[in-house]
Each structure stands twice: as structure tokens, then as C-alpha cells.
């Protein structure tokens, strides 16, 4: 019905228009010579304006910044049809009399009229909307600064234009000169501190951060403040979103990178990474939430071919299908479904395509599972890794860059100690290569993997709960899919000699906050509306994570996101024939395997404290 009003508003205009521009014309007959020059004229006359009125919106102004400028459309649209007109009465066939005279006249008077009717029609249609859509202040805008105030001017347009019923109650800023003012008649409240009490004096429903410069911790500080209100909580984008091109009025929920607790790291879409550029690349585990991210952004880097090798075709599948959906110039994209444990499924591979480079993603990651089965995590992490790096070895590709964990750093449980192994058994191939470039990429969890907490919680907030979280004071290091991503591609341009090359994960996150803000974001109330309970830790869990230090570890000059520390010395030949033992001896007990393992990383990580 608004929309109808809306329409209805532009159709008026066009009929008093024409009506204004006849009038106009047919008010001077008396100055033409002829009564066929006068009609010849006013068609004419006609014609020109609606070409003009196409070339200056006159009908279809949106925006509230193009209607600002209505007026002045008009106006030139006016000058520019009576320019014309006054040019086509010089010529003869009109005969014209007093030509200039009239044309000022008809300008001056054609032109109040438009505007005054448009004036008019303005304020009729928003008097209807106002009786058709009535107002419904329930939202709050956290920050009355420039971008708060955008904001507000663009939710008040998208009311005025009948999209929504929902406008804003009132800002909420810390800054004393704006308290007790307000925006276009909506009220500043304040300090932020008082949030409680302003919304529920105004009865919010939904509150909107719009501070772009908002630090991480005073983010976080005022999420707090809000997440138990039953409230939606929706942001704009950060000062570095906006740089990136986001639109400084696009409103979001919540989502799982807020849930940091800190900014992602800014993702480097410029890099150059001529390592990839026109190269065939192999991700294995390509179907996997790291490895299909890497396919993601490797495809944007114009290599010449991407080899997307899973273990799981439902997983491979989707990421094709996606990659045909959105890539506007593909590159060549296969498939291989396979495992990595099997060595001669892996050369069928390599003999095939004769990658370049590799991302070997391809691991069991889940402590507990692993702590169950260590045989499985032998075989798929250490067989797999030795059976990749054999073949990158073997074919001479450029570069064979392995996805570990931080949890390589302090091995204590199976999947941790399986890992680190992998990274020696990279080192000990990168001793002996001189042609092919070896290296590790460690970082911490990742916000929304496959298997991390985000989705658990989230189904057990929406199954009705509880939310069950180990320990209180368990705490994780994190990162955000895309961003982990981007920085292991990013790592792979300064690889050399076997480095382990370590993320820039920020500060540890209690998990326990994480399921209290993944809760709110779900307008839930913890505790309140869905329990959280505490379920104790598990074989192989550790409370607490170490951001490890490396021997010789530094920061990178060309990317502060990254450290990198030089490989471990490696005797290749004794490392293989410790390995050949574990694998065989892979179907053995637990305490067998864990044993071997340690024996393992006594003999060849000089960092290891059993």
C-alpha cells in the first residue's frame, strides 16, 4: 500500500507536468503567427520535456540525498527544455513573436508551479504513510557521532519510504556536550554505562553499535553490558571494514568474528603471491573448512589449475559447486577423492596433475577422538604427511607448505604429538631438498570450523540447551576461517628452508565467555533462558594453551601477523627409520604408540620436555 502511495505521488506529477506545459504554451497563443505552428510547437514542446524529465530522474528520486536536490533538478530541467524551445522559435516555421519575453515568462511560471506542487505532494504522501505505517521506535544506536548519525538519517529514510516500521528511540553516547541533546528531534541518553536503564525506559528491542573507531576492549566491554537484556544486538562495520569498501550504514547481527573479542586480521587481498600465479595447486583436505577456504582464496590468485583432493565427496562436491556459482573467470578446478594414508592413490595424483605447490591440510584434528583411536591418528596424520611429502619430494614441486597446530608446540596428547611429528618429518625432507621448499604453518583454533566449539554451541542453543562447556577457565587461542587462510597462503611467499611459521592469534579466549556471548547473540538470556553447565575435562584436554616461543623465533618485517623460527636439524635416514617402526607398529596398544611417539620426539625435537 505505501509502495502504491509512493507510485501514485510520480503519476500526479507527470499530469500536472504536461497540464503545467500546455497551459504555458496555450496561455501565449496570441505570439504564434500561425495556428499550425502553435500546435507544431506545443507537441514539441511536450516531447523535450519528458526527454528531460527522463535525464533528470524528475520521476524516480530514491534516495534522500537525490531528494534533497529535487528542487534543483527541476530547475535545470526547466532551463534546459525552455533553452531548447527558445532555440526552436527562431526558426521560421514557427514565427515566433516576442520569443524571449515568453520563454522567461513560461520558465519562471512553469517552474513555481512544478516545484509547489511537488512541495505539496510531499507532504500529503507523508501524511499517509505516517497514518498507514505508524511509527515504532525500538531501536538504539550506541554512538551520536557521524556514523551514528548516518545511520539514523538511513533507517528514518527507509520508514519515510515505507520499508519499515521501526525507527530510532534514542542515541546513546559517552561524550557529556551531546547527553541531554538530541539528532533531528531523537533524544542523546548517556553514559553507555547506563545502557541497562535506557533500555528499559524506552523499551528497546534492538541496539546498534555505531562506533567504527570502537576499540576491541571497549566493544567488548559494552557486549557485556547488553548481552543478558534480551535484546538484538547489530553493529556496523569497523573503521577497517570501511577502508575495505563495506558501506558504513550496512547493519549486521553479531556474528562470529564480534565473538573474538577483537578485530580479524585485516585480510591482505592485494598480496602478490607469484608462487601460485599460473601454478597448478593441490590442496588435500580441500573439502575441510581450513582446506576449502585456502581453494577459495588460491583460486582468486590466478593460478593455472586448483586440485581439490578429499577423503569425503560430499565435502569436495559443495566447494565445487560453489567455486562454479561465484567465480566470474575460474580457473581449471578437479577433483581427486582419495586418502593421503593410501601412498599409491597419492602418486596417481601427483603423476596426473604435477602440482607446483601443495597446501596439505589433510588431518584428524579432534583430541578426543584421537586420544581414542591413536592407531587412526598415526596413520592419517603421520602416514599421510610422510606419504605427501615423499611424492613433493620425488616430483620436485616448488613448494609443499603442511598445516600443523600450536598444539605442536607442547605435545601431550595423540593428535598433538602425532602433529609435531609431522613437522619434523617435514623438516627432515626440507635437509634434504634442494629443490623443493618445505614448510609448517601452526596457529590456533578456528572460530567456526568443522568440529570447533561455535557449531556445537550453536546447536545446543537451538535444541533448547544446555550449553555444556568443559571448564570455566578453559581458555583458546582463535582465528577466524578466512583469516587463517589467508595468512597460511601469505606465509607460503616467505617460506625457504623449512621454517615453522607461527599466526598472530591475539590474546586467549575464555570459552565459557564465548558460549555466554554466542547465547546473547540468539537474544537469549544465559542462564535465564538457556542453562550452562559444566561438563569437566576430557582424556588429552588441557585447560590452557602456550603461545610457545620457537629457538631463534622473530617476527616478520614484511607481516607482523606472521613469526617464523628456522627448521630443527633432522637426520632424515634415522627420523624414516623410526617412522617405518610407528607405522608398522601402528595396530598396537595406546601405551605402545604414545610411547614410540615420545621416543620419537626425545630423539629429534630438541624442545620436547616429556
Given at each position: 500500500m505505501i509502495n502504491y502511495v509512493r507510485k501514485l505521488k510520480y503519476v500526479v506529477l507527470f499530469i500536472i507536468d504536461i497540464l503545467v506545459m500546455i497551459s504555458g504554451v496555450i496561455f501565449f497563443n496570441g505570439y504564434f503567427a500561425t495556428k499550425s505552428g502553435f500546435i507544431l510547437f506545443l507537441l514539441m514542446h511536450i516531447a523535450f520535456a519528458l526527454i528531460y524529465a527522463l535525464v533528470f530522474k524528475a520521476y524516480r528520486l530514491k534516495t534522500r540525498i537525490e531528494r534533497n536536490f529535487e528542487f534543483f533538478y527541476i530547475i535545470l530541467m526547466m532551463l534546459a527544455i525552455y533553452i531548447e524551445s527558445l532555440a526552436l522559435s527562431f526558426l521560421p516555421i514557427f514565427a515566433m513573436r516576442e520569443n524571449v519575453i515568453v520563454h522567461v515568462c513560461l520558465f519562471i511560471i512553469s517552474t513555481y508551479v512544478m516545484v509547489l506542487t511537488r512541495v505539496l505532494t510531499e507532504v500529503l504522501r507523508k501524511a499517509v504513510i505516517k497514518m498507514l505505517n505508524k511509527p515504532n521506535p525500538i531501536m538504539l544506536i550506541i554512538g551520536a557521532g557521524a556514523s551514528g548519525r548516518l545511520l539514523h538519517n538511513f533507517l528514518s529514510e527507509k520508514f519515510e519510504l515505507g520499508q519499515t516500521s521501526d525507527t530510532v528511540a534514542c542515541f546513546v553516547d559517552d561524550d557529556k556536550n551531546k547527553i541531554g541533546t538530541d539528532y533531528l528531534k531523537t533524544p542523546i541518553e548517556g553514559p553507555i554505562n547506563n545502557i541497562k536503564q535506557i533500555?528499559?525506559?524506552?523499551?528497546?528491542?534492538?541496539?546498534?553499535?555505531?562506533?567504527?573507531?570502537?576499540?576491541?576492549?571497549?566493544?567488548?566491554?559494552?557486549?557485556?553490558?547488553?548481552?543478558?537484556?534480551?535484546?538484538?544486538?547489530?553493529?556496523?562495520?569497523?573503521?577497517?571494514?570501511?577502508?575495505?569498501?563495506?558501506?558504513?550504514?550496512?547493519?549486521?547481527?553479531?556474528?562470529?568474528?564480534?565473538?573474538?573479542?577483537?578485530?580479524?586480521?585485516?585480510?591482505?587481498?592485494?598480496?602478490?603471491?607469484?608462487?601460485?600465479?599460473?601454478?597448478?595447486?593441490?590442496?588435500?583436505?580441500?573439502?575441510?573448512?581450513?582446506?576449502?577456504?585456502?581453494?577459495?582464496?588460491?583460486?582468486?590468485?590466478?593460478?593455472?589449475?586448483?586440485?581439490?583432493?578429499?577423503?569425503?565427496?560430499?565435502?569436495?562436491?559443495?566447494?565445487?559447486?560453489?567455486?562454479?556459482?561465484?567465480?566470474?573467470?575460474?580457473?581449471?578446478i578437479y577433483v581427486e577423492i582419495g586418502s593421503v594414508r593410501d601412498y599409491e592413490?597419492?602418486?596417481?595424483?601427483?603423476?596426473?596433475?604435477?602440482?607446483?605447490?601443495?597446501?596439505?591440510?589433510?588431518?584428524?584434528?579432534?583430541?578426543?577422538?584421537?586420544?581414542?583411536?591413536?592407531?587412526?591418528?598415526?596413520?592419517?596424520?603421520?602416514?599421510?604427511?610422510?606419504?605427501?611429502?615423499?611424492?613433493?619430494?620425488?616430483?620436485?614441486i616448488d613448494k609443499f607448505i603442511l598445516i600443523s597446530t600450536d598444539k605442536a608446540a607442547t605435545p601431550c596428547n595423540i593428535m598433538s604429538m602425532t602433529k609435531r611429528i609431522c613437522e619434523l618429518i617435514v623438516d627432515a625432507f626440507a635437509s634434504i631438498s634442494t629443490k623443493t621448499i618445505f614448510s609448517s604453518v601452526r596457529f590456533g583454533n578456528v572460530l567456526g570450523s568443522n568440529g570447533s566449539v561455535i557449531p556445537l554451541f550453536k546447536k545446543q542453543i537451538e535444541s533448547g540447551g544446555p550449553v555444556k562447556v568443559t571448564h570455566a577457565d578453559m581458555v583458546r587461542y582463535f582465528l577466524t576461517i578466512p583469516e587463517a587462510a589467508n595468512l597460511i597462503i601469505e606465509s607460503g611467499k616467505y617460506s625457504t628452508d623449512g621454517e615453522i611459521f607461527t599466526l598472530t592469534m591475539g590474546d586467549p579466549i575464555k570459552i565459557y565467555d564465548l558460549a555466554l556471548r554466542l547465547i546473547s547473540c540468539y537474544n537469549l538470556v544465559p542462564n535465564v533462558d538457556i542453562d550452562v553447565v559444566f561438563t569437566g575435562l576430557r582424556p588429552g584436554e588441557q585447560l590452557g594453551e602456550e603461545r610457545h616461543i620457537l629457538q631463534n623465533e622473530i617476527q616478520l618485517e614484511q607481516d607482523d601477523r606472521i613469526s617464523v623460527s628456522p627448521r630443527v636439524e633432522v637426520d632424515f635416514d634415522k627420523l624414516i627409520s623410526s617412522l617405518d617402526y610407528l607405522f608398522k607398529d601402528g595396530s598396537s596398544s595406546f601405551d605402545a604408540i604414545k610411547n614410540h611417539m615420545e621416543d620419537i620426539l626425545q630423539k629429534y625435537d630438541p624442545m620436547y620436555d616429556k
Open positions: 533500555i528499559e525506559k524506552y523499551e528497546i528491542k534492538t541496539v546498534i553499535i555505531s562506533i567504527p573507531t570502537l576499540s576491541d576492549k571497549r566493544k567488548t566491554e559494552i557486549l557485556d553490558l547488553i548481552r543478558n537484556l534480551g535484546v538484538d544486538i547489530k553493529t556496523v562495520p569497523s573503521i577497517d571494514g570501511i577502508k575495505q569498501g563495506k558501506s558504513a550504514i550496512s547493519v549486521k547481527s553479531i556474528t562470529i568474528e564480534d565473538l573474538l573479542m577483537r578485530s580479524p586480521a585485516a585480510l591482505d587481498s592485494q598480496y602478490q603471491c607469484e608462487y601460485i600465479k599460473d601454478k597448478t595447486v593441490m590442496i588435500t583436505g580441500g573439502g575441510g573448512s581450513i582446506g576449502s577456504e585456502i581453494v577459495r582464496q588460491v583460486c582468486r590468485l590466478s593460478p593455472k589449475g586448483v586440485v581439490i583432493l578429499d577423503v569425503y565427496e560430499n565435502n569436495a562436491y559443495d566447494i565445487l559447486q560453489e567455486l562454479n556459482a561465484k567465480l566470474v573467470n575460474p580457473c581449471d592413490k597419492m602418486k596417481k595424483v601427483f603423476d596426473k596433475y604435477k602440482p607446483d605447490v601443495v597446501f596439505h591440510t589433510a588431518a584428524f584434528k579432534h583430541v578426543v577422538f584421537m586420544e581414542q583411536n591413536p592407531d587412526e591418528a598415526v596413520k592419517n596424520n603421520c602416514l599421510g604427511t610422510y606419504n605427501c611429502s615423499r611424492l613433493a619430494y620425488e616430483n620436485s
